[in-house]
């Protein structure tokens, strides 16, 4: 089992910055690629950007160029930075860790983000 805590978000100003973080704590050799998801009211949860245990990273076009996922595997921590915030950023922000080994995924509680103009 892996837990999840994630930390940051809040309002922020359009065109201003958004800094999330994750901590991973529990059995960290189940620990597999991380990565963000956010869901906006009234759609379906998509993929912000994913990092793998090699360090490949993916990110989705909506953020393309304005956002930067990195990890600490020493401390089981995985960050988001997002630039430029647009109002259409504006959602609730999940931790997400694929487990090595089975099919099991873990989400942390959410954070939400909101972007005044």
């Known amino acids: 089992q892996v837990q999840l805590v994630e930390s940051g978000g809040g309002l922020v100003q359009a065109g201003g910055s958004l800094e999330l973080s994750c901590v991973a704590s529990g059995n960290s050799f189940s620990i597999g690629d991380m990565g963000w998801f956010r869901q906006a009211p009234g759609k379906q949860r998509e993929l912000v950007a994913s990092?793998?245990?090699?360090?490949?990273?993916n990110d989705a076009d909506s953020v393309k160029g304005r956002s930067t996922i990195t990890t600490d595997n020493a401390k089981n921590t995985v960050y988001l930075h997002v630039d430029s915030l647009k109002p259409e950023d504006k959602a609730v922000y999940y931790c997400?860790?694929?487990?090595?080994?089975?099919?099991?995924?873990?989400w942390g509680q959410g954070a939400q983000v909101t972007v005044s103009s």
């Open positions: 997400n860790v694929k487990s090595r080994g089975t099919a099991d995924n873990y």
């Open positions: 990092i793998s245990r090699g360090a490949n990273k």
